[in-house]
């Protein structure tokens, strides 16, 4: 290529921090200027590797840029979402989702260490032995479309938000893998007494076993890497939000008229729909936060919230925390309902 053909080429690659949110969903994945390689994310996965080393543990995963975080079947690697390799990126997710999902270092830590877990398994063949199946289950069951946690459950370990574990087989053992893998945690004594430890002595059995031995199998392909993916920005985001988008029930009433006022002579306070705008963000962050629950799903039900408040005309009575604490609890037991049903599941 000349040196003039290189540089037109140059000039053509988009400079992503000039870019308004309706030109970057207009891009094709393909065509993001954005890279693994010398990036915040780069070394994070570097981590990782001397967080395995440190336990001789050779079966290093490959990591590239793909949609979100997946690991395929039968490949010892993982995808990690586009956003993260770019901090213009991740203001679109949030502004799309409301949060962006890996963004905070040791959510990061947390998950990257999961993909290994799932990686290892592959690698090694892990799920086909009858004790993995005794402990975790069947990985030959469909895999779920949604789960219901049980929140005192103590046969799976807390890694990932939502009690991530019991959704499926392999995801218990890589959240399982993930908890003893962590420098930071003392899970001998921080799972003392669950049934849960029986899982984490067994990884800690089966890592003993390849301590310097290369895996049988050390497939390195590439699944839908971001260079191959010819779908704009706008058509991911529409079909993610459709994903974890959630139809609330409007049986709240009883509980927002037992925090606010309909009546405007003896509660003459702020109005209750502008109060919960000012402090949306709050509310939404610590609901999704203490129940696992899609940021973007609460933000769902806080804006039917808040033009029911509005409907009503209710009015604050009491102070701002009083009123806050109570509505964390009102939103909590909305927000329930969802782990009962059962909500959408993200293979991770």
């Given at each position: 290529m000349s040196a003039v053909a290189h540089r037109s080429r140059e000039s053509r690659v988009p400079d992503l921090g000039t870019l308004d949110d309706n030109s970057l969903l207009g891009m094709r994945f393909r065509d993001l200027p954005v890279r693994l390689k010398g990036s915040l994310l780069a070394r994070r996965v570097a981590r990782l590797y001397r967080e395995l080393q440190a336990r001789s543990i050779v079966a290093l995963p490959h990591a590239w840029l793909s949609e979100e975080f997946f690991t395929p079947d039968g490949v010892v690697g993982f995808a990690i979402p586009f956003y993260l390799a770019h901090p213009r990126l991740m203001r679109l997710e949030r502004t799309q989702m409301l949060e962006v999902e890996g963004a905070a270092e040791a959510e990061c830590r947390r998950i990257l260490r999961h993909e290994a877990g799932h990686c290892l398994d592959e690698a090694y063949g892990f799920h086909r032995r009858a004790r993995y199946r005794e402990l975790f289950g069947n990985p030959r069951k469909p895999y779920p479309a949604s789960y219901k946690p049980k929140l005192d459950s103590r046969d799976h370990v807390i890694n990932l938000a939502g009690w991530y574990a019991q959704g499926y087989p392999v995801e218990d053992f890589a959240e399982s893998f993930a908890v003893w893998l962590n420098p930071y945690l003392d899970w001998r004594s921080d799972y003392r007494g669950w049934p849960a430890l029986r899982k984490l002595e067994y990884i800690e059995e089966l890592m003993r076993e390849i301590r310097g031995v290369p895996p049988p199998s050390s497939e390195n392909t590439e699944v839908e890497p971001l260079h191959a993916i010819?779908?704009?920005?706008?058509?991911?985001?529409?079909?993610?939000?459709?994903?974890?988008?959630?139809?609330?029930?409007?049986?709240y009433d009883v509980g927002l008229r037992r925090i606010f006022s309909e009546d405007p002579e003896g509660?003459?306070?702020?109005?209750?729909?502008?109060?919960l705008r000012r402090s949306r963000v709050l509310l939404r962050a610590r609901i999704a936060e203490g129940t696992g629950v899609h940021t973007y799903a609460v933000d769902q039900l806080l804006r039917q919230m808040i033009a029911r408040a509005q409907e009503l005309?209710?009015?604050?009575?009491?102070?701002?925390?009083?009123?806050?604490?109570?509505?964390?609890?009102?939103?909590?037991?909305?927000?329930?309902?969802?782990?009962?049903?059962?909500?959408?599941?993200?293979?991770?």
């Open positions: 010819t779908r704009t920005l706008r058509d991911h985001y529409a079909e993610k939000r459709a994903y974890f988008a959630w139809h609330w029930e409007e049986n509660a003459p306070g702020p109005l209750a729909a502008r109060f005309n209710l009015r604050m009575v009491d102070e701002a925390e009083v009123t806050i604490e109570r509505l964390l609890v009102l939103l909590t037991m909305q927000t329930a309902t969802v782990l009962r049903v059962g909500y959408p599941k993200v293979a991770l």
